[in-house]
Every structure is written in structure tokens, then in C-alpha cells.
């Protein structure tokens, strides 16, 4: 009897073209996208078998090319997806690695849990949260994602399936978190969620008038507080620099909780279908007009104003009001035009931040090449190998990519990423296109990076997996 061998990839995975959320990068990559563990072993090996190296995908939801691969084969694990265990006694939950955010809290929320740690949108894969080790705006509190990851399945390149946690493999466990799949695909995760006492949030936003302002309202309220996020307008200059909103946010205890159980419902959480009466799906294009210099310094002033008259005033949101904010708008990254847009993400630590984010907003308006978007962080260092986190500080730029500026706003990010350098910050691959190599080792040592390697040797020696 003879085995016949399924096609090769060049049929069964045809060329797509694929996109980081940021849209300035793009690549035409082979794609596949596997149901279940045995389809998706069975498509890495025929990649090791035809020579292809192979790049895991889940939403596509990271800014810069992590999950893109033009010579090689991406693999999207977005199909498998199901919720093999769901305890609401202990807050356990294990799933696939497809299983998104939005299908996380949708499934546990009416049992009054909550993921612990969530990114600013709910579209990312449990996969991609583990392989980005993502943080929220609650990091300096609950540390990142991984912290949160009792365990999880690791499926090599050889065929094994690798059980990891603190106890079994506790290295390829802390590595892999955060190891941007270049170590095996994340079959599995086993993550503890965290129970709620109320549906809803108490909100306090504070205006602040510049960053040494907003440093020190975060200072203050970080001892007691659950959440803190800080919008700042990176067009404002002079004493002003750096101004913008900070917003608070705490969980309600049941006493304070006037909803008690409708508040756990899932329409409870929904987001609004319109806004200010205008249909989501449309804003976007409201948005496009505005998007030069002039147009977003006007914005933004209009909402540093707004911010100014609402100091203070505390409201109650949703979990999911408050999480996904950056869902509101659908397509909104489209409002970038063609040339789309790059995030860019320093953490600088606590004694160095105030200055180097000063300086860093300074030089990109110097350039003519604000960011449109700045939002600030708190953080706290964790046990993960290549973890971005550190005792310090965060800010997320959004920089507009043109043609006729691409070259320039790369030569800009060059001098910024040495600013952070020399601060002692890093940088965090899921916001990432423009980092150089030694960049990086610079700033994360060359140690670290060493013992990972030391790890991937083990587990794909062939070098199949890329990021
Ligand atoms: C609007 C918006 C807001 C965001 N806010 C935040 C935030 O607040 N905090 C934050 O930390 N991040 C944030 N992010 C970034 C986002 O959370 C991360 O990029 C996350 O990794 C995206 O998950 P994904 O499923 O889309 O994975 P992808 O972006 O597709 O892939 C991410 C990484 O995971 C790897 N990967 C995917 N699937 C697997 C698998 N099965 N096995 C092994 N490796 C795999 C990929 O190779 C890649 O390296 C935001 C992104 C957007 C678009």
C-alpha cells in the first residue's frame, strides 16, 4: 500500500496579501489556516518538509510585521478557536489558540468573571496575547498577560506537544510568553480570569496641563487605583507639553453596584451602535479630513478643553466601555489613508521617563512629524525572558506614513530609539516596524537574547519558526 502526500503548500497555501494593523507594511505571504492541532501540525511539517520557514498569525491585530512572513508560510490559528474547559467555580479557563478576547469575556462575563489583563481592543487570539505577552492598563497592578497564564501547549516544529507552566518546562514557559511564536505554536492556553463583584467601573478623569503635570497625578493615585491611562497630545509645546487626560478607573464592590446581575449581562457590556448619532461603521471617514497637523492639533485642543471641564467628575462605564475604547470606532485605522500608520512603543524606567518622553515629543514635533495619537502608561518589570515591561513608564505614538514622509519618519524614529536607548528603555515588538537589530540588543542586553536562542536551538533547531 502506498501513502500518498497531501499537495504541496504552493497549491494547498496560495499567496495572499496580508497586513500589520497599522497597515504600512504589508507582504504577500502563503496562508493557511488550520481547523484543528492535527491540520495545523500536519501544515508546519510539510513546510519544514518543502523548506519554507513559518510565521503564526493570529488576528493580525499587532501594529508592524510580527505576524507576517513574504518568503515563507504564515499560519493563522484564528480556526481553532473552541473552549475546551470553563470553571466558573475556580475562574479557569482553557481554550484554543483562535479563542479572541471578545469570545473570552463573552463567554464568562454573565459568571461575573473578567479577563485580568486586556488589551486596548478585544479582537487579539489568547495566542497572540501569550506570544506578545500584552499588558493593560493595568499593569503597574496586575503585571502583563503571562502573569495571568497557569499554563499552556507548545507544538514544535519536530511534531512534540510541550506542556509548559511554573512547574514543568518553567523555561521555554517564560520565554514563550512573549517569545513571539518563534519557539512552537501555542496550542492551548489555561488562563485564571478574575471574578467581579459589579458589571461596571466607577471612572475618574483628570485633566492634566502638561507631563510633569500627568507624571505626578499618575504618582498620586497609583497606590490605590485599578486602572490608569493617560491620553496626551503630542502637539502641545512650550509649558504645555505633554498635556492631556488621565482616567481612573476602579472596580465597584457589590455595595456600591447598583445593577447587581443585569450588569453581568452580555448586552450590558455591548458598545454603542451609534455615536452622537452617527453610525459607527462610518465614522472613520469623519475622521480622514482631520488627520494633518493642523487638523489634529485642532482636535486636540477641542478635547484638552473638554478634559478641563470634566475634571474630576466621576462616572460608571462598562468593563467593556472602559477596556475597548479603540473598538468604538470600526475601521479606524483606515482614517490613515494609504500609507496607513506605525505605532511606535518606549518604555523608559521611572528615573529616566519624565525627561526622555519630553525630549522624544520634542524631537518628533521638531521634525514636523508629530504623533497623532500619545497614550501613557505605568508598568512593573515581570519573570518573562523578553518581557517589554519595566519599572517605569510607557508612551504609544501613532505617526501618520506618507509617501512623501515614510523616509524621514524612519530617520526620525532612528534618533528617538536612541533617546530611549540611552535612557535605559525597550521597546515592544507588537508595536513595531522600524527597530534595528542591534537596537534591540542594546537595549534589552545581549544575555537575554543569548538564553532564548539557547531555548529555540532546542526546540526548532532548523530555524522553521520566524516572527
Ligand atoms: C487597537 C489596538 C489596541 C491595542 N492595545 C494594546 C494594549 O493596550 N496592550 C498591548 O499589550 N497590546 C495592545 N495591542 C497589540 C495587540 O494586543 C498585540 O499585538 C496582540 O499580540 C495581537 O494579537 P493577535 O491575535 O492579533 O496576534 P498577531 O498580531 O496576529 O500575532 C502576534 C504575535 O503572536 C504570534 N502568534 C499568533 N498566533 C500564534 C500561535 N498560535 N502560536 C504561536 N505564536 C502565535 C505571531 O507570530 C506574532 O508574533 C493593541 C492592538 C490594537 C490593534
Same mark, same amino acid.
Given at each position: ?24 507594511? !504589508? ?28 510565521? +503564526? ?11 507576517? @512572513?513574504? *518568503? ?48 486596548? =481592543?478585544?479582537?487579539? =487570539? ?5 506570544? %506578545? @505577552?500584552? #499588558?493593560?492598563?493595568? @499593569? ?20 512534540? &506537544? ?6 514543568? @518546562? ?40 502638561? !507631563?510633569?503635570?500627568? $507624571? ?30 488621565? #482616567? ?15 450588569? $453581568? ?5 455591548? !458598545?454603542?451602535?451609534?455615536? %452622537?448619532?452617527? *453610525? ?10 482631520? !488627520? ?13 478643553? %473638554?478634559?478641563?471641564?470634566? #475634571? ?93 514622509? &515614510? ?19 525597550? +521597546? ?40
Amino acid at each position: 500500500m502506498t501513502t500518498r502526500l497531501p499537495p504541496p503548500l504552493r497549491i494547498r497555501a496560495p499567496r495572499q496579501v496580508l497586513d500589520g494593523f497599522g497597515r504600512s507594511v !504589508l507582504a504577500s505571504c502563503r496562508y493557511s489556516r488550520p481547523r484543528t492541532v492535527d491540520e495545523l501540525q500536519d501544515v508546519v511539517s510539510a513546510a519544514r518538509r518543502e523548506g519554507l520557514t513559518v510565521t +503564526f498569525r493570529g488576528s493580525g491585530r499587532s501594529y508592524g510585521d510580527a505576524s507576517l @512572513n513574504a *518568503s515563507g508560510l504564515v499560519v493563522d490559528t484564528t480556526g481553532i478557536d473552541q473552549v475546551e474547559r470553563w470553571e466558573p467555580a475556580t475562574g479557569i479557563i482553557e481554550a484554543g489558540p483562535g479563542l479572541t478576547i471578545e469570545g473570552l469575556w463573552r463567554r464568562t462575563i454573565e459568571d461575573r468573571y473578567w479577563p485580568a489583563v486586556v488589551p486596548g =481592543t478585544m479582537r487579539p =487570539t489568547m495566542a497572540g496575547c501569550v506570544s %506578545m @505577552n500584552i #499588558h493593560g492598563k493595568n @499593569n503597574f497592578r496586575a503585571g502583563p498577560f503571562g502573569d495571568h497564564v497557569l499554563g499552556l501547549e507548545l507544538l514544535t516544529p519536530a511534531g512534540e &506537544r510541550l506542556w509548559c507552566d511554573r512547574e514543568q @518546562n518553567p523555561d521555554v514557559f517564560h520565554a514563550a510568553i512573549g517569545g513571539l511564536g518563534m519557539l512552537g505554536a501555542v496550542t492551548r492556553v489555561k488562563l485564571k480570569l478574575k471574578k467581579m463583584q459589579s458589571g461596571q467601573m466607577r471612572i475618574l478623569p483628570l485633566a492634566a496641563s502638561n !507631563l510633569d503635570e500627568m $507624571f505626578a497625578q499618575f504618582r498620586e493615585h497609583l497606590p490605590t487605583a485599578d486602572y490608569l491611562v493617560g491620553w496626551v497630545d503630542c502637539l502641545s509645546t512650550g509649558r504645555g507639553i505633554g498635556r492631556g487626560e488621565i #482616567h481612573r478607573a476602579d472596580y465597584l464592590t457589590a455595595e456600591e453596584d447598583t445593577l447587581g446581575q443585569d450588569g $453581568f449581562h452580555v448586552e450590558s457590556q455591548g !458598545l454603542p451602535s451609534t455615536i %452622537m448619532g452617527v *453610525s459607527k461603521g462610518v465614522l472613520w471617514r469623519f475622521m480622514q479630513p482631520m !488627520l494633518h497637523n493642523p487638523g489634529v492639533r485642532f482636535v486636540n485642543t477641542a478635547k484638552y478643553v %473638554m478634559s478641563r471641564l470634566g #475634571h474630576g467628575r466621576t462616572y460608571l462605564q462598562s468593563h467593556v466601555g472602559f477596556a475597548f475604547l479603540l473598538d468604538y470606532v470600526p475601521n479606524w485605522r483606515l482614517a490613515y489613508g494609504d500609507g496607513g500608520f506605525i505605532q511606535y512603543q518606549i518604555f523608559v524606567p521611572d528615573s529616566t521617563a519624565l525627561e526622555c518622553m519630553k525630549t522624544v515629543l520634542r524631537t518628533a514635533q521638531e521634525a514636523g512629524l508629530p504623533s497623532y495619537l500619545g497614550v501613557l502608561k505605568r508598568h512593573r518589570p515581570d519573570a518573562f525572558l523578553l518581557s517589554h515591561a519595566l519599572d517605569g513608564w510607557s508612551m504609544a505614538m501613532d505617526f501618520r506614513v506618507t509617501a512623501a514622509n &515614510r523616509e524621514r519618519l524612519w530617520k526620525l524614529t532612528e534618533r528617538m530609539t536612541q533617546i530611549v536607548v540611552e535612557a535605559g528603555g525597550r +521597546f515592544y515588538f507588537a508595536k513595531d516596524a522600524v527597530l534595528r537589530p542591534a537596537d534591540v540588543i542594546r537595549a534589552y542586553g545581549a544575555e537575554r537574547f543569548e538564553t532564548f536562542a539557547a531555548i529555540k536551538q532546542r526546540l526548532d533547531p532548523e530555524n522553521v519558526l520566524q516572527s
